[in-house]
């Protein structure tokens, strides 16, 4: 049985992963951490990472990016894997989980579902065979009307996996209201769109001459990323200090 701390326990998505862990035979919250708490959880929550002293096999992040940084100093303290969901860090951040990774393990992606994961690798073979031929390169990613970063992760992870097919030659291009000039061939457009509740909607075209080719990611429910979370908690368990991502977790199954 892996036991694992939810830390952002109450926000939708550690509620989420709260019942996706109920009903799951191998795997088991021991203890929360979220500032607020209304005691409507099975297992006792702490308002801070630090007052936490529950023995754990992982820890699955989906909190605020101001709560980071205690979490990284308890992971390497405790020497509990982390599975770092948490989106919008500063650059300063991401150089403290790098530096955490060296002392235990850190799993990290930009979108925890199994089928982005599966995109970010069919987009480097359709990348090969398109971009040669000239095609242009967009990308569109749609979210609800809270979400505060844009362009999302994981339409960046999504544009990252295409530059590194293309030796990393791409620009990003986020807004063209204040150039009015023909677009280049050497970019990648990203566009950001925010309204409703829209959970996850991402779109990757390559448009060429007389044909266009999309490639489309849907989530329906946050369940599809909280189900990913779980299974990475699962594989993090005991693993040794370093940094995995769901490319990872994917391969071990």
Known sequence: MVRVIMHGCN????????????????????????????GKNPYPVFHEIGACDVAA????????????DALLEYCVQKQIPCVLCTTGLTEEQLAKVQEASKKVAILKSANMSLGINMLLKLLKEATGILAPAGFDIEIVE???????D???????????????????????????????????????????????TIVGDHDVIFAGADEVVTFSHRAYSKAVFGKGAVQAAKF???????????????GDS
């Open 142 to 148: 749609k979210h609800h009307n809270l979400k505060v």
């Open 11 to 38: 926000g939708k998505m550690g509620q989420t992963i709260s019942g996706l862990i109920a009903a799951d035979e191998e795997v088991e919250i021991v203890a929360g951490v979220d500032a607020y708490d209304e």
């Open 236 to 250: 993090l368990a005991g693993k040794p200090a370093g940094m995995y991502d769901m490319s990872d977790v994917i």
């Open 150 to 196: 844009a362009p999302s992760g994981t339409a960046l992870a999504l544009a990252d996996s295409i530059n590194e097919e293309l030796d990393n030659t791409y620009k990003y291009v986020y807004d063209r209201s204040q150039v009015r000039e023909k677009r280049t061939r050497q970019e990648i457009g990203i566009s950001a769109v925010r309204g409703g």
């Open 57 to 68: 096999d992982a820890i699955i992040d989906f909190s605020a990016a101001p709560a980071v």
